[in-house]
């Protein structure tokens, strides 16, 4: 059926994220079925979401077996990254969107493998706004903020860090030559969810990441859990 092309924007609007959500609903009966959990990870360009990722695929060393769906504006510049850890990627090129939708994990899907006890990390377009409002289908939602970018991230974009489950506080290392200050993010992010967990890493010194793997292990347990 033809849209109207009078009809307002924000009905539009509703009508593309009705859509979204029925296949992020079938993606989450899927990966249910096969005892696989989903981690959404977003994060700002550059808040190191890829080199969180090779850090942790070389720390899981394939457990629980890791997926992953890569998604970019314009490049496969991070699947090639992510290959080099020997972990299954599907490279999503969102031609210049902001965000991913259902549909483009959906296909994804199709291309990788699934197990029971497994961990598909998708890796969203780095956007602190978009990419808050499109389920994927995911179990958690997790965001990541570096302490190059300021200590103001929760604040100004509310709506991503209401909905996040798990927050990671990247590049640690880098604290001593920045001014970030580590307890008004960690509040701010409380206030805005109280129950979210909060690692604060680094990948270049293998700060927190024992803690983040560990916590990555038990949730991909758990769906293993369900499943039997
Ligand atoms: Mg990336």
Same mark, same amino acid.
């Given at each position: 059926?033809?849209?109207?092309?009078?009809?307002?924007?924000?009905? #539009? %609007? !509703?009508?593309? $994220?009705?859509?979204?959500?029925?296949?992020?609903?079938? @993606?989450?009966?899927? /990966?249910?079925?096969?005892?696989?959990?989903?981690?959404?990870?977003?994060?700002?360009?550059?808040?190191?979401?890829?080199?969180?990722?090779?850090?942790?695929?070389?720390?899981?060393?394939?457990?629980?077996?890791?997926?992953?769906?890569?998604?970019?504006?314009?490049?496969?510049?991070?699947?090639?990254?992510?290959?080099?850890?020997?972990?299954?990627?599907?490279?999503?090129?969102?031609?210049?969107?902001?965000?991913?939708?259902?549909?483009?994990?959906?296909?994804? #899907? %199709? !291309?990788?493998? $699934?197990?029971?006890?497994?961990?598909?990390?998708?890796? @969203?377009?780095?956007? /602190?706004?978009?990419?808050?409002?499109?389920?994927?289908?995911?179990?958690?939602?997790?965001?990541?903020?570096?302490?190059?970018?300021?200590?103001?991230?929760?604040?100004?974009?509310?709506?991503?860090?209401?909905?996040?489950?798990?927050?990671?506080?990247?590049?640690?290392?880098?604290?001593?030559?920045?001014?970030?200050?580590?307890?008004?993010?960690?509040?701010?992010?409380?206030?805005?969810?109280?129950?979210?967990?909060?690692?604060?890493?680094?990948?270049?010194?293998?700060?927190?990441?024992?803690?983040?793997?560990?916590?990555?292990?038990?949730?991909?347990?758990?769906?293993?859990?369900?499943?039997?």
């Amino acid at each position: 059926m033809p849209q109207n092309e009078h009809e307002p924007i924000a009905v #539009l %609007e !509703r009508k593309v $994220l009705a859509k979204n959500d029925e296949v992020a609903a079938r @993606n989450r009966a899927r /990966l249910a079925e096969h005892g696989t959990v989903a981690l959404n990870l977003m994060g700002a360009p550059g808040s190191g979401k890829t080199r969180l990722l090779e850090a942790t695929l070389d720390r899981l060393k394939g457990r629980p077996a890791v997926s992953i769906i890569e998604g970019d504006p314009q490049t496969d510049n991070d699947a090639r990254r992510i290959a080099r850890h020997r972990a299954p990627v599907v490279q999503l090129v969102t031609s210049g969107a902001c965000h991913l939708e259902a549909p483009q994990v959906a296909e994804a #899907l %199709e !291309r990788l493998p $699934l197990s029971p006890g497994g961990l598909l990390v998708i890796e @969203n377009v780095g956007n /602190l706004v978009c990419p808050s409002s499109f389920d994927l289908g995911e179990t958690v939602r997790a965001v990541c903020v570096s302490v190059t970018e300021g200590d103001d991230k929760p604040e100004k974009y509310p709506a991503m860090f209401r909905k996040a489950g798990v927050l990671v506080i990247t590049k640690t290392d880098l604290l001593p030559h920045v001014e970030f200050d580590l307890d008004k993010v960690t509040a701010h992010a409380r206030a805005l969810n109280p129950d979210v967990r909060i690692f604060a890493t680094s990948a270049t010194s293998g700060q927190g990441l024992v803690a983040w793997c560990a916590w990555l292990g038990a949730l991909a347990d758990s769906a293993r859990r369900e499943e039997a």
